[in-house]
């Protein structure tokens, strides 16, 4: 059994899932979905059809134009994006769970999350899932990569390959969220490189993080990736910001 089978049934076993709301802790019904109780499930905003035709950023009700500002002025490389959830109070507390308080159970169901979108979306020819990568050294302190585990339940569920090796991060970085939008770009510029671009010919990508802001971050990643001249590059993420 490799590591990682041992560490997801010791937390099955420590932390027995759909018995707890993931946000309240209040015991629930196995039944419960995503393993939320129905008052906290009412505060998650789901991401509906209103969205962004390039990065599926949530739009306004009275928005005309079917791509968001940040899309209009800017050029993405990857295909087209989805997100699960708006990054809300209750899903910064979850996502904070998850990469903060080391809390790593709560990656499956915020990839079941995930898994429902890219089904609904009708995604279903990817050759190759791809997490975007942390540094080795920080990944190391905090212990795992929270893209990869992501990804590891995704590809799991639909029996679709995870590759974690290929694109690496080369380059220690300034956490996004401590910069300027302008400071931001600069600060991913070079530091992600695809090691056998062979592999990914052809191929379609499915690009999995966490959250998505700027898009900074999955556009340095997908940039690199289309030197390998990939068919397609999905970026899923499990949360994102309303853009209007």
């Known amino acids: 059994m490799k590591l990682d089978a041992y560490i997801d049934a010791f937390l099955d076993f420590v932390y027995p899932r759909n018995i707890y709301c993931l946000l309240c802790n209040e015991s629930i019904q196995k039944t419960e979905k995503y393993s ?3 008052s906290c499930r009412e505060k998650v905003n ?8 390039k990065c599926g950023k949530p739009l306004g009700d009275f ?3 079917k791509a968001c500002p940040d899309c209009i002025k800017a050029k993405h490389y990857f295909t087209k994006g989805f ?5 809300n109070d209750p899903m910064k ?4 769970k998850l990469k903060y308080k080391n809390q790593r159970y709560v990656a499956y169901h915020m990839a079941e999350m995930m898994i429902d979108k890219l089904k609904k979306q009708k995604i279903d020819a990817v050759d190759y899932i791809i997490p975007v ?4 050294k920080k990944e190391k302190r905090r212990g795992f990569n929270q893209a990869y585990l992501l990804s590891k339940y995704i590809g799991k569920a639909m029996d679709w390959k995870v590759e974690k090796n290929n694109l690496i991060k080369i380059k220690d970085t300034t956490p996004q969220n401590q910069l300027t939008k302008d400071e931001r770009k600069d600060n991913l510029k070079n530091v992600f490189i695809i090691q056998v671009k062979e592999q990914f010919q052809d191929q379609n990508i499915l690009l999995v993080d966490d959250v998505y802001t700027t ?10 990736i289309k030197k390998s001249s990939p068919k397609s590059i999905w ?3 499990f949360a994102t910001g309303k853009n209007i």
């Open 36 to 38: 939320l109780c129905k």
């Open 46 to 53: 789901f991401i509906g059809d209103n969205t962004c035709e």
């Open 63 to 65: 928005y005309i134009s």
């Open 83 to 87: 997100s699960c959830v708006e990054y």
């Open 93 to 96: 507390e979850l996502v904070h």
């Open 133 to 136: 990568p942390m540094y080795k």
């Open 215 to 224: 898009g900074n971050t999955t556009d340095a990643c997908s940039k690199e």
């Open 235 to 237: 970026v899923i993420s």
